[in-house]
């Protein structure tokens, strides 16, 4: 079993400083009002910072934190060894107030530097990152949402360590089906009212890192409408508030168990009893009722791309921890020499195939990373517009929210797969627990689920986000890769995969137009049926673009500045075009069977009988 001390988390901080800067050229929200008062040295001092706070203090205990999870005891939960002491460093460094506005008492940071910082806290310590993550989510939805009073009172906690917050939708019977919930509200006195119901399946529900937690809770107040639609939002402290900040007396919301897990066991799941003796009391959020589900929907959406993010986390050090052992393991001698049983053993990163996992892994990382600091950036150039230029803003805006249920689903889908990839390029070593990649998979696996399931992203991307804005979102989508493949269709080296490109972006438009057309004809099991593949298809379209459009920016910098180039920084580059060329030839493909699947209209899953699928259960 692997050392407790020993940290497992690897980052490529060259590759991100590609993105960020030579790629997508964060550094333009610099010139902006909105982010003027910080500059790329500031944000590269943050990355720093968050980078040893990752390999020195929450990476080490990631392993050890697996192992020995949480414990529910007498009805309290004890977080891992060290997680407290991590808790402590992370609100010294004032990592967790980067991207919170400055009104709010953050530094106001870009959300596309933020989405960096999150990529390393998650992907040091999954299970760690929950507590800040959801902490920072009910903070933000806080400041959005609250009245003032509310904020005074819980939000320079919340910002400071002292309270973390959670967020309380599901319920035993209420999953996908939020509206279906059951927990009640009945009103006491002005925003006051009595809170009844359990809710299940809450991320740091209950843990011993904070004095005091904000539960934001959904709940139907007596005599409001069913549905979605009935739900109003509730701030429900674990122990009262009072206005000195000192603590009050504890609140009825009771701790009945938390989960046993496959991964991210050390971030307790809970499920919450609120009101067991009748004396749960919580805050209607801004004072305005059935209003919950929009109020929670900035959590959520926030969420969604956490969750996305929390994937290229994972799958990041995946990746390079397979890499390094790709560099090490000798096995098996060269192709060449498979005739000579005395030829030299070779690292197993020389076969062939490995360099094939290699390569998968690289490409879908970097892509995912590309795709998450551009749906940031975009939302970076709302705030920075909002006031100046509303046409353009609300385009920026159209981009982030058609691009979230991608990130959330692709990004974690390909989580888990990266993760299993570097076991397979690991071989038995990966399967053990002396080696972290058997962890990552397993923690991996839960994005796919929570924050709504990714068929639940599916569906919306085609019922909502498709049809957004009369369905220009979309279309300026597409647009943007049908410039860019104009512009580079004759492009040295990469020709055949710009063209390729092409060809993909026009089967994205055929399988749209198949749904849609699924849809007029009554079919709306068949669109559901296709929707997963579909968000497929359009991840793929996208992931290629942003590898496409960084294979040229890298291309550009090998062959302008060679004379003083490393060889190494030559290499680095010539690394992207290869990933981009990669995906294309052995990913993309995969976006015409899909969209074959799709056109064919097969109902065989739809019509087969119930018994059809087996009459012995
Ligand atoms: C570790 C962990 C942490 C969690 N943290 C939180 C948290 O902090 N707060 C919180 O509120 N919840 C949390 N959850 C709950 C999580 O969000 C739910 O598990 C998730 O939304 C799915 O709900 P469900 O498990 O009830 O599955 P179900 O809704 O029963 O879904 C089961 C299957 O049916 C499919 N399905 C369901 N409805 C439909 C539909 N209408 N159309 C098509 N397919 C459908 C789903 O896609 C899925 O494949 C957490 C769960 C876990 C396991």
Known sequence: MADAAVNSYELDLRAIQFTLYEHLQVQQLFDHPHYSHLSREECDAVIAQCAKFATQVTGPLNGPGDRAGCRFENGTVTTPDGFRQAWKTLFELGLMSFAMPTESGGFGG????????????????????????????????????????????????????????????????AGSDVGAAKTRAKHVDGEIY??????????????DLTENIVHMVLARIDGAPAGTKGLSLFIVPKVWVKPDGSLGKPNDVQTGSIEHKMGIKASATAVL???????????????????????????MNSARIAVGIQGIGVAATAYLNALGYARERLQGSAAKNFKDPNAPRVAIIEHADVRRMLLEMKAKVEGMRTLAVKLALHNDLHECLKDVDAGKAARHRGQVDLLTPIVKSYCSDQAFRIAELAIQTYGGAGYVQDNPVEQYCRDAKILSIYEGTNHIQAADLIARKLQANGGEDFRLFLEEIETFVARHEKTPGIQAEVTALGVAVDALKRAAAALMEFFMSGKVDQVMLNANDFLAVMADVTIAHLLLEAAVVAETKRGSDHDDQSQEEFDFYAGKVAAAKFFVNHVLPMVHARVATITAGDRSALDVHDRGFSTAV
């Open 273 to 299: 009893n609120f009101g067991e003796n009748g004396a749960c009391r919580g805050l209607l959020m801004g004072g305005v009722p059935n209003q919950g589900i929009k109020q929670m929907f900035r959590m």
């Open 110 to 173: 870009p959300h596309a530097v933020e989405c960096v910082l999150q990529e390393i806290q998650s992907g040091a310590n999954t299970a760690f990152n929950m507590y800040p993550g959801l902490t920072h989510g009910a903070a933000d939805m806080l400041f959005h949402c609250g009245t003032q009073a509310q904020k005074d009172l819980f939000l320079p906690h919340m910002l400071s360590g002292r309270f973390s917050g959670t967020m309380c939708l599901s319920e035993p019977h």
């Open 194 to 207: 009595e809170i009844t119901g359990q809710k299940c399946w809450i991320s740091a529900g209950d843990h």
